[in-house]
């Protein structure tokens, strides 16, 4: 199947969204990457912690249990987490106002350790991520697969969104697209159908001005079933 035009493809999510004005105000801002240099590396590890611990559960009881979770391991500072010996970190899975989940506890001090070694090569974590090119987001995907603890699938994207990082995401209505179209055939976490997915949001990005964020929600905007209304934007 041919690949479908940029503006073919907005002009079919326009039209299933109520016009142009209303798609535009779904699509979000555009790339915003270097914002992320003003964020402090505490909160990419509160970020990545928070997805570890809403995949496979409900999203709400983790957002509201939260400021336990800031309390519980030092607002994230990364040396102080980085200090906690193994007992501590298992009295602290045990305490109910956080979610008792020991094996997703250690991946705070792990990950807390992927961004401290990157801090060591003289740049902060934030600025790594900032510089790092979004013609590429999956080798950044891979990357924290690779380094960190549990951020492979949609765990790392989803905080790299969260945060501002421009990247597009994989949800159903994006993966139903790329195969309806074959463009992927074997498993959406496959090293050719993610290169076949970024060399395609790379063609559709030469053909405007989008980012990655919103190109990924156009393609769930132009696909499916979805009714989503203007405040529900995210995980498109």
């Known amino acids: 199947m041919a690949l479908e035009t940029l503006d073919d493809i907005y002009q079919r999510a326009a039209a299933r969204k109520g ?78 106002k956080i979610i008792r989940n020991f094996n997703k506890v250690k991946t705070i001090k792990a990950n807390g350790q992927m961004i401290f070694e990157e801090q060591q090569k003289g740049h902060s974590f934030a600025e790594f991520i900032a510089n790092w090119p979004t013609d590429d987001i999956i080798g950044l995907w891979a990357y924290l697969k690779k380094h960190g603890q549990r951020l492979g699938g949609n765990t790392g994207p989803y905080a790299l969104r969260s945060l501002g990082k421009d990247t597009f995401i994989l949800s159903r209505d994006v993966e139903a697209y790329f195969r309806a179209h074959d463009i992927i055939t074997g498993g959406i976490q496959t090293k050719s159908s993610l290169n076949a997915i970024q060399a395609t949001f790379n063609h559709w990005q030469q053909q405007g001005d989008l980012s990655m964020s919103q ?22």
Do not use: C
Not at 39 to 67: C, H
Not at 216 to 236: C, K, M, P, V
């Open 215 to 236: 190109l990924s929600r156009l393609i769930a905007y132009a696909t499916g079933d979805n009714h989503i209304h203007i405040e529900d934007t995210d995980g498109q």
């Open 19 to 96: 016009g142009a004005n209303k798609l535009n105000i779904l699509l979000g801002p555009g790339n915003q990457d270097h914002l992320l240099k003003n964020i402090s590396d505490d909160r990419f590890l509160s970020e990545f912690s928070k997805k570890v611990f809403q995949s496979g559960f409900v999203w709400r009881v983790v957002e509201n249990k939260w400021p336990n979770f800031e309390e519980s391991f030092f607002n994230f500072n990364i040396e102080k987490v980085l200090m906690m010996p193994e007992e501590m970190m298992e009295r602290k899975a045990s305490d109910p």
